[in-house]
């Protein structure tokens, strides 16, 4: 490979890098949708608990105007079976969140779209709660948030996806750049291939990494981390190459200033 096409190809592997926390394909991500508060989530409380009958009050529900659940489509029927079939301790909200899959994934093993019967996000209390008729049992179903609950979105609640890139990603594709345009006034071109490598390997692993959570490979929270810290590893290396790349270049610089004095 001549200089050129390294040094286009090592451009290319850095502006992706630099570009991955914008893909539309989740970049050492979740295949699903991940937010807080949970965007798909589900609580349910039954009528024989005290807060079924205080919220059902609370906000002037009737309870016997209930929805079958056999009148829901087949997506909300399973978020509702799911969500009761939670082990909850006594007095607590059972709760389930639906996996959906991101936009971007290619191949997906839950639903594209939340049922459309439910209401998520932030609602009223008449679009968040919906009671729900499981053979003849009365259920108290939360699938929202109130307007005026105030879950403002803040750096703390970002997926780590978000900080891999912010703390790895981005910085290791500048530098990787960085690299290509002191390598090519230096002539040598070592250190930026090594980045290149790697950026192009860390690329290649970022887009399988959701794959293989679908397909049931592994378990994206149980990798999470380790995905994070082999991110912000792989830009520090990086920082150590162009530093060394850095001091190399003053160090010819420096010894043909000498010679052109002599």
Same mark, same amino acid.
Request: cysteine-free.
């Given at each position: 490979m001549d200089d050129r096409h390294r040094l286009t190809v090592g451009l290319v592997v850095g502006s992706l890098?630099?570009?991955?926390?914008?893909?539309p394909h989740p970049i050492l991500a979740s295949p699903?949708?991940?937010?807080?508060?949970?965007?798909?989530l589900h609580q349910a409380v039954s009528a024989d608990d005290s807060q079924f009958d205080?919220?059902?009050a609370l906000y002037g529900f009737d309870r016997e105007n209930a929805?079958?659940?056999?009148?829901?489509?087949? !997506?909300?029927?399973? $978020?509702?079976?799911?969500?009761?079939?939670?082990?909850a301790a006594a007095g607590e909200w059972r709760r389930y969140e639906l996996p959906v899959c991101a936009t971007g994934m290619l191949a997906c093993d839950t639903v594209r779209e939340p049922p459309s019967e439910f209401h998520y996000g932030e609602g009223t209390p008449d679009e968040v709660f919906t009671i729900i008729d499981v053979d003849g049992d009365r259920y108290l179903l939360q699938t929202g948030v109130q307007t005026d609950a105030r879950t403002g979105v803040d750096l703390r609640s970002q997926p780590v996806s978000t900080f891999a890139w912010l703390f790895g990603l981005l910085p290791f594709g500048a530098l990787v750049i960085a690299s290509h345009v002191i390598g090519r006034a230096t002539g040598e071109r070592r250190v930026a291939d090594v980045l290149t490598a790697g950026? !192009?390997?860390?690329? $290649?692993?970022g887009i399988a990494v959701p794959y293989l959570t679908v397909f049931g490979v592994l378990t994206y929270d149980d990798v999470a981390i380790d995905l994070l810290i082999v991110a912000v590893g792989m830009a520090?290396?990086?920082?150590?190459?162009?530093v060394y790349q850095t001091v190399q270049y003053a160090k010819t610089?420096?010894?043909a200033k000498r010679r052109r004095g002599t």
């Open positions: 890098l630099v570009l991955s926390g914008f893909a699903y949708e991940t937010s807080e508060p949970a965007p798909y205080q919220l059902v929805i079958a659940i056999e009148e829901l489509s087949p !997506a909300a029927q399973t $978020a509702v079976e799911r969500t009761l079939a939670d082990d950026g !192009a390997g860390l690329l $290649a692993l520090v290396l990086a920082a150590g190459g162009l610089t420096e010894s």
